[in-house]
């Protein structure tokens, strides 16, 4: 970001630990990309990422679909996927709830990438596709939460 932006010095980016960072500042977007599943206190992070959200606060998280967990988890142990090392799965439902409690309103959830490898002519319109129709959307390899300071 650091290296896109250098252009725009208005712009200011920080990397830390979601449960440690402290800043004494608030933030107009805070994004957590794949981040989520290798947290082992999802609700810790939240708390703390909360305390740096002002009122217009944009949060954004990232994150694998919890359906495709064996799919992945095959794939790490064939070798056609790079190994992470340990996940905390934790369910749309209970990250929303814990959002909340926290004192963010869920704006939005989408989901992505129903088919994660390229095939020509393929790919491009399942994508699009099943990402409009009721239920097979919720399929998608990624989900997008998008939040706001409530």
Not at 38 to 64: C, P, Q, W, Y
Not at 102 to 121: C, T
Request: proline residues 5%; hydrophobic residues 50%.
């Amino acid at each position: 970001a650091l290296e896109k932006f250098k252009a725009r010095p208005e712009l200011q980016f920080f990397k830390a630990g979601a449960a440690e960072f402290k800043s004494g500042e608030t933030f107009d977007y805070i994004i957590m990309p794949d981040v989520i599943e290798h947290l082992s206190d999802v609700r810790a992070a939240i708390k703390n990422i909360a305390s740096l959200a002002g009122e217009e606060t944009i949060f954004i998280i990232s994150m694998a679909n919890p359906l495709w967990e064996p799919i992945l988890w095959l794939a790490e142990k064939l070798k056609l996927k790079m190994e992470e090392g340990l996940h905390y799965r934790i369910s749309l439902g209970k990250l929303k709830k814990i959002l909340q409690a926290e004192g963010f309103q869920v704006k939005e959830v989408n989901y992505f990438l129903h088919l994660p490898i390229y095939i020509p002519f393929l790919s491009g319109g399942i994508n699009k596709l099943f990402s409009k129709i009721p239920l097979l959307n919720k399929l998608g390899l990624l989900i997008f939460i998008v939040s706001r300071k409530s």
